[in-house]
């Protein structure tokens, strides 16, 4: 036994240990394994074995001190957790003998998560549920967790679309504040707020939208005159109806955009204002802000200007019937339409061409790739993915979107005050890679600086079916950075636009929203609630999660549809590849799936410059851009990610020691 002396020698000895100790602050990175990594605030990352994984979650903000463990490698043990962010996430319901436990569909939770009897809300085995983290396991190693909600089982109809929903805690049903907002508005209030407004009613705005829209943010209308034509773009104004600060405008903050999952859109208004109130609907008054503006002979803007009026939309217009006539297809829809309305759309086209042509002599402006529609059945599953033409139509109301929008961006670029949408061009760590790229396959590109807005414009430019032995341009577009909200204006690069900010989608994007609101405060002192640089970086992640969300829903969707589609060889195109592979986009149904190099013959190496896959021996390459013929081999469930396996001939496959045609079919 220890004396009173030895005790206090051994707790002095501890006190020193614990003083002396060097701890590091960093943050738990998660890996497909049971280990994980500290990515350490000094920059480095310190591994961590499994029973130390045990103790954290992923995105943990914890301390850690290092020391040697097997084969004399340095690994970390925790030492505190300082903060947790994750809290609530998906998983399936698993019991086993008496224990009952989630199985999280969260990427880096590795473990199953035990669930207290008074916490398990009558849930099934294999149940998917939306739990909450109800103990960290930073003490001992064995979380708990509660569920919140069981959301249902595989197979169920809308089962994706509600997993989802929980997957990426997005809001589902509206506050009963935002109810009690929205029941107590009429068209009443249409008349209220019209007052003072420029009546605009007999003239003859149109909308163009798709058949099925009931959300309809903008009407057009154009008039020829001696330089070119006045083209006016009538934008819903959900600002009137909704006041600054109410529920339904912190809703909209809190939601970021209205997300379009197939079959069911969860909105960012409710539907008393989205599709019926704000609404440019036929045949009814609605509150609108007007930009009239100048289009000149040669496509370019003139002077330009913001009212507030009340509208009268004179016919909700499909693309397919606008296509019509400005092809002059004989139909009876068109034929039906008023002279006023005829000659509109024509002036429409007629300005949308010319602006088109401005932007392809002086901005940037993409092709059109190929888009698909997905098709539901009564159960919400994928019955058809059929191919959605874009037409002149759509690259008329394109056009004139975009005009009404560089006007936005100039006018707030002149103020103190404004939201922007800026595009840096290349990613910073893909500049010296993009150099190489050039200097390899386009030297008389090589000295062209395309982290400049002018220069990137122009590579762009001078990239277009430029003849190489790689496919500069689509390498080029693989890494770029990701555009991003900012309150001063700068370089739009993806456009080739000087600035740039959108304001023609206000009951589906709260930025648009919110440039209403900007607009309408400096021209007619109408109240604004400035966002702050907290709620810029909210907003900008919101609306990230928002394409994330309808990205992993369309991907379960495709998945399973991709069951079945048996056995035959499909064409398509490599659209992006990685050192493990690369994905293949058909032709057919736009579905892109994984040639893993497993499922390869050899072995391949990843040239970050070109971005092809090389065999080691024979040089065989697959590279972006590339047609190939692939087979579906499988869905990885856990990622929801589509297989094929490359189909070849004896022709296809290249000799030992011989080059490929880098051009031809895989």
């Given at each position: 036994?220890?004396?009173?002396?030895?005790?206090?020698?051994?707790?002095?000895l501890?006190?020193?240990?614990?003083?002396n100790?060097?701890?590091f602050?960093?943050?738990?990175?998660?890996?497909?394994?049971?280990?994980?990594?500290?990515?350490?605030?000094?920059?480095r990352?310190?591994?961590?074995?499994?029973e130390?994984?045990q103790?954290?979650?992923?995105?943990?903000?914890?301390?850690?001190?290092?020391?040697?463990?097997?084969?004399?490698?340095t690994?970390?043990?925790?030492?505190?957790?300082?903060?947790?962010?994750?809290?609530?996430?998906v998983?399936?319901?698993?019991?086993?003998?008496?224990?009952?436990?989630?199985?999280?569909e969260?990427p880096?939770?590795?473990?199953?998560i035990f669930?207290?009897?008074?916490?398990?809300?009558?849930?099934?085995?294999?149940?998917?549920?939306y739990?909450?983290?109800?103990?960290?396991?930073?003490?001992?190693?064995?979380?708990?967790?509660?569920?919140?909600?069981?959301?249902?089982?595989a197979?169920?109809?809308?089962?994706?679309?509600?997993?989802?929903?929980a997957?990426?805690d997005l809001?589902?049903?509206?506050?009963?504040?935002?109810?009690?907002?929205?029941?107590?508005?009429?068209?009443?209030?249409?008349?209220?707020?019209?007052?003072g407004?420029?009546?605009r009613?007999?003239?003859?705005?149109?909308?163009?939208?798709?058949?099925?829209?009931?959300?309809?943010?903008?009407?057009?209308?154009?008039?020829?005159?001696?330089?070119?034509?006045?083209?006016?773009?009538?934008?819903?104004?959900?600002t009137?109806?909704?006041?600054?600060?109410?529920?339904?405008?912190?809703e909209?903050?809190?939601?970021?955009?209205?997300?379009?999952?197939?079959?069911?859109p969860?909105?960012?208004?409710?539907d008393?204002?989205s599709?019926?109130?704000?609404?440019?609907?036929p045949?009814v008054?609605?509150l609108a802000l007007?930009?009239d503006?100048?289009?000149?002979?040669?496509?370019?803007?003139?002077?330009?200007?913001?009212?507030?009026?009340?509208?009268?939309?004179?016919?909700?217009?499909?693309?397919?019937?606008?296509?019509?006539l400005?092809?002059?297809?004989?139909a009876?829809?068109?034929?039906a339409?008023?002279?006023d309305?005829?000659?509109?759309?024509?002036?429409?086209h007629?300005a949308?061409?010319?602006?088109?042509?401005?932007?392809?002599?002086?901005?940037?402006?993409?092709?059109?790739?190929?888009?698909f529609?997905?098709?539901?059945d009564e159960?919400?599953?994928?019955?058809?993915?059929?191919?959605?033409?874009q037409?002149?139509?759509h690259?008329?109301?394109?056009?004139?979107?975009?005009?009404?929008?560089?006007?936005?961006a100039?006018?707030?670029?002149q103020?103190e005050?404004?939201?922007f949408?800026?595009?840096?061009?290349?990613?910073?760590?893909?500049?010296?890679?993009?150099?190489?790229?050039?200097e390899g396959?386009?030297?008389?590109?090589?000295?062209?600086?395309?982290t400049?807005?002018?220069g990137?414009?122009?590579?762009?430019?001078?990239?277009?079916?430029?003849?190489?032995?790689?496919?500069?341009?689509?390498?080029?577009?693989?890494?770029?950075?990701?555009?991003?909200?900012?309150?001063?204006?700068?370089?739009?690069?993806?456009?080739?636009?000087a600035?740039y900010?959108t304001?023609?989608?206000?009951?589906?994007k709260?930025?648009?929203?919110?440039?209403?609101?900007?607009?309408?405060?400096?021209?007619?002192?109408?109240?604004?609630s400035e966002?702050?640089?907290?709620?810029l970086?909210?907003?900008?992640l919101?609306?990230f999660?928002?394409?994330?969300?309808?990205?992993?829903?369309?991907s379960?969707?495709?998945?399973d549809?991709?069951?079945?589609l048996?056995?035959?060889t499909?064409?398509?195109?490599?659209?992006?590849?990685?050192?493990?592979?690369?994905?293949?986009?058909?032709?057919?149904?736009?579905?892109?799936?994984f040639?893993?190099?497993?499922?390869l013959?050899?072995?391949?190496?990843?040239?970050?410059?070109?971005?092809?896959?090389?065999?080691?021996?024979?040089?065989?390459?697959?590279?972006?851009?590339?047609?190939v013929?692939?087979?579906?081999?499988?869905v990885?469930d856990?990622?929801?990610?589509?297989?094929?396996?490359?189909?070849?001939?004896?022709?296809?496959?290249?000799?030992?020691?011989?080059?490929?045609?880098?051009?031809?079919?895989a």
């Amino acid at each position: 036994m220890l004396n009173a002396d030895a005790l206090t020698q051994l707790r002095q000895l501890k006190s020193d240990i614990e003083e002396n100790k060097v701890v590091f602050p960093g943050t738990v990175k998660a890996t497909n394994g049971r280990f994980g990594f500290v990515a350490l605030d000094e920059g480095r990352d310190v591994f961590l074995p499994p029973e130390e994984m045990q103790k954290v979650l992923p995105g943990d903000r914890v301390t850690v001190t290092e020391q040697e463990g097997d084969k004399g490698k340095t690994q970390g043990v925790v030492d505190e957790l300082l903060e947790t962010s994750l809290d609530t996430f998906v998983g399936r319901y698993l019991v086993r003998g008496k224990g009952h436990f989630v199985v999280p569909e969260t990427p880096g939770i590795n473990r199953w998560i035990f669930i207290p009897p008074k916490e398990r809300q009558n849930a099934e085995p294999d149940d998917y549920i939306y739990c909450r983290i109800h103990k960290h396991p930073i003490s001992d190693g064995k979380g708990q967790a509660k569920i919140l909600k069981v959301i249902g089982k595989a197979g169920q109809t809308g089962i994706e679309r509600a997993f989802t929903v929980a997957t990426f805690d997005l809001p589902d049903t509206w506050p009963e504040a935002v109810n009690q907002q929205a029941d107590a508005l009429d068209e009443s209030v249409i008349e209220a707020r019209g007052e003072g407004r420029e009546d605009r009613t007999d003239q003859p705005y149109v909308t163009i939208d798709s058949p099925g829209t009931q959300d309809m943010d903008d009407a057009l209308l154009a008039e020829p005159n001696v330089t070119g034509w006045k083209l006016s773009i009538a934008i819903a104004d959900p600002t009137a109806v909704v006041e600054p600060g109410s529920p339904a405008e912190q809703e909209a903050f809190r939601r970021a955009t209205a997300i379009y999952f197939p079959g069911e859109p969860l909105p960012m208004l409710p539907d008393t204002l989205s599709t019926r109130l704000c609404s440019l609907m036929p045949d009814v008054r609605r509150l609108a802000l007007v930009c009239d503006l100048q289009v000149n002979n040669d496509g370019s803007l003139g002077e330009y200007s913001f009212h507030r009026a009340v509208i009268r939309s004179h016919g909700k217009l499909s693309y397919e019937l606008v296509s019509n006539l400005i092809e002059g297809r004989e139909a009876e829809d068109v034929n039906a339409l008023a002279d006023d309305v005829s000659n509109s759309l024509d002036q429409l086209h007629q300005a949308a061409t010319a602006l088109r042509k401005w932007r392809n002599e002086h901005a940037l402006v993409n092709g059109d790739r190929p888009e698909f529609r997905l098709r539901l059945d009564e159960n919400r599953r994928v019955r058809l993915i059929e191919p959605s033409v874009q037409n002149e139509a759509h690259r008329l109301v394109e056009e004139c979107m975009i005009a009404a929008n560089r006007c936005a961006a100039d006018f707030l670029g002149q103020q103190e005050k404004g939201l922007f949408i800026q595009h840096p061009g290349l990613r910073d760590d893909r500049a010296d890679n993009v150099r190489a790229l050039l200097e390899g396959y386009a030297p008389d590109l090589a000295g062209v600086d395309a982290t400049s807005a002018e220069g990137f414009r122009d590579l762009m430019k001078q990239t277009e079916g430029l003849d190489s032995e790689v496919p500069v341009k689509a390498i080029i577009s693989r890494q770029l950075a990701r555009a991003e909200l900012s309150f001063t204006p700068a370089p739009h690069q993806g456009m080739g636009l000087a600035a740039y900010t959108t304001f023609t989608s206000p009951l589906r994007k709260f930025s648009d929203f919110h440039v209403h609101r900007l607009i309408k405060s400096i021209l007619w002192q109408e109240p604004v609630s400035e966002l702050n640089e907290a709620q810029l970086a909210e907003l900008q992640l919101t609306q990230f999660r928002a394409r994330q969300a309808a990205n992993s829903l369309e991907s379960w969707l495709k998945s399973d549809f991709a069951r079945t589609l048996g056995e035959e060889t499909m064409t398509g195109v490599i659209s992006r590849t990685t050192p493990s592979g690369f994905f293949v986009r058909l032709d057919a149904n736009g579905l892109e799936g994984f040639v893993s190099c497993k499922t390869l013959d050899g072995k391949f190496s990843f040239d970050p410059i070109t971005l092809r896959l090389v065999h080691n021996k024979n040089g065989r390459m697959f590279q972006l851009e590339q047609p190939v013929t692939v087979t579906f081999a499988g869905v990885d469930d856990e990622r929801k990610q589509i297989l094929f396996n490359l189909t070849e001939t004896p022709a296809d496959a290249p000799a030992a020691g011989k080059e490929s045609d880098t051009k031809g079919d895989a």
